[in-house]
């Protein structure tokens, strides 16, 4: 796989899927060379615009397609678990979108299938790439930081069910599932250490949508290090998840890819990384893990216990 162009078949051509299709524009050797999504002249449009040979609505049409070595799969949070074993089975390598599931027994299957087979299986963490929380990363690692707590907000206001494009959606989006998910599995990777304990408080269940529109989430890792997470469908303000990182010597706010200081004075992250786009980044690593035969950072392994503190947040809100 050293040189070769890489074919990837991208399955969800919305809002997230685009990210992807711009991303790779920017990167060597890799191609997309069949688009699958659920509506056909939408998918037919997409395709136009970005030179893509080969559309379908089936994922299983693309996956027969002996020339496609990866799949990226940016399709709703249901059918992620489902279709990333799809791949694996059909010998594809495979990036899904975050959550990786929206239930723990299928996630580890997930896990143990990429086992089984050896291929690159990964998640799009895309909080681990982000050249903001990257230049975090590189002070804790080489021993200049250390986080005592993190402070994040993730705020949208969704009370019709719209997706990032501002079209209506076929699925329900999730706080603790998806936007959640971006939390947890940075704040064990920032803090170097595993959750030990995590609590979670939610408010009423919206009498349509059947999902809690407002939840707080209590996080301590093995370390000591703590993390309070507050999210929101229903604030009417500045859109998107800030992070602040409370540590021995310093304050730092992340606001995707941007990052401050607790002045609010500008940190040049320009040069963390080859650009400045996260989504970029996580398909970056997931086309160098599959040429060098590695493991990416984000795989389904590494991203698994993530989705353990989720699922006994979930029992936790159930009962």
Same mark, same amino acid.
């Given at each position: ?10 399955? %969800?051509?919305? !809002?997230? #899927? =685009? ?9 060597? $050797? +890799?191609?997309?060379?069949?688009? +699958? ?34 799949? =990226? ?7 992620? !678990? ?20 929206? $239930? ?35 002070? &804790?690692?080489? %021993? ?7 402070? +994040? ?47 979670? &408080?939610?408010?009423? &269940?919206?009498?349509?949508? #059947?999902?809690?529109? /407002? ?7 093995? @370390? ?5 997470? $507050?999210?929101?469908?229903?604030? /009417? ?8 990182? =409370?540590? /021995? @010597? ?17 940190? /040049?992250? $320009? ?5 400045? @786009? #996260? &989504? ?16 990416? @950072? ?22």
């Amino acid at each position: 796989m050293s040189n070769k162009t890489i074919k990837v078949a991208l399955a %969800g051509a919305g !809002a997230f #899927g =685009i990210k992807h299709l711009d991303g790779i524009k920017r990167i060597d $050797s +890799v191609e997309v060379v069949s688009l +699958v999504s659920r509506d056909l002249d939408k998918t037919r449009e997409v395709a136009a615009k970005y030179g893509i040979g080969h559309v379908t609505t089936e994922l299983a049409e693309s996956l027969a397609l002996p020339e496609v070595d990866a799949v =990226i799969l940016c399709t709703p949070t249901q059918m992620h !678990a489902a279709q990333a074993k799809a791949c694996l089975e059909a010998g594809k390598h495979v990036q899904v979108e975050i959550p990786l599931c929206d $239930s723990l027994a299928a996630g580890e299957e997930v896990v143990a299938l990429q086992k089984k087979t050896g291929l690159v299986a990964m998640c799009g963490h895309t909080r681990r790439f982000n050249p903001s929380h990257q230049w975090v990363h590189k002070r &804790i690692e080489a %021993g200049e930081f250390n986080i005592q707590q993190m402070d +994040v907000q993730t705020y949208f206001f969704r009370r019709t069910n719209m997706n990032a494009l501002g079209e209506p959606r076929s699925w329900t989006d999730h706080l603790l599932w998806h936007h959640a998910a971006h939390t947890v599995d940075l704040f064990a990777y920032q803090a170097g250490s595993p959750i030990v304990k995590a609590n979670a &408080i939610q408010g009423p &269940i919206h009498p349509t949508l #059947g999902i809690a529109m /407002d939840m707080s989430i209590q996080l301590k890792a093995a @370390n000591g290090a703590i993390c309070t997470l $507050s999210l929101s469908f229903n604030n /009417d303000g500045p859109l998107g998840t800030f992070f602040r990182y =409370i540590g /021995d @010597n310093g304050t730092y706010i992340a606001r995707y890819d941007d990052l401050v200081d607790g002045k609010e004075e500008k940190i /040049d992250v $320009s040069k963390v990384d080859v650009s400045m @786009n #996260g &989504i970029e980044l996580q398909d970056r690593e997931f086309f160098a893990a599959i040429r060098q035969g590695r493991e990416p @950072n984000a795989s389904v392994a590494q991203v698994l216990p993530c989705y353990r503190v989720l699922q006994q947040l979930e029992q936790q809100l159930a009962a």
